[in-house]
């Protein structure tokens, strides 16, 4: 499978079947990370981590603390698209798939689409 990432008019596949996808919350300022597998059904997230609560993040049940943040497993359900939209409070992301991390939307002012590739 191929992640594809639309930005701009350009559109970049990476040859990737897994990513992780960060960001700092606009409010809190901490960390929020996904973990993303790109399936046949669309992107489908198999992980979250949050490092704190507060402002509409609060851990579900079963999510497990460890001293610095919570964990859980959101339900698997396929999304078609992540559109990534740039309040000017959020952003930049970062997205990782193995050890090539790239960071996405830095002051674009632009929409970034994810999606598995065709």
């Known amino acids: 499978m191929s992640l594809c ?5 350009k559109v ?8 992780t996808l960060s960001w700092t919350h606009s409010v809190e300022k901490t960390a929020w990370t996904e973990r993303w597998d790109v399936t046949p059904a669309g992107l489908v997230v198999t992980e979250a ?3 704190g609560s507060g402002a509409g993040m609060e851990p579900p049940d079963g999510a497990v603390f460890d ?4 964990t ?3 339900p698997p359900l396929p999304q078609e698209r992540l559109v990534l939209a740039d309040s000017g409070a959020t952003g930049p992301w ?5 050890t090539d991390c790239r960071v996405l939307g830095e002051g674009s002012g632009e929409p970034i689409v994810l999606s598995a590739c065709p």
């Open 5 to 9: 990432i639309a930005l701009g008019g």
């Open 49 to 51: 981590r949050i490092e």
């Open 72 to 74: 859980f497993r959101p």
């Open 67 to 70: 001293g610095s943040g919570w």
């Open 12 to 19: 970049v596949m990476l040859a990737v079947s897994t990513f």
């Open 94 to 98: 970062t997205l990782c798939a193995g």
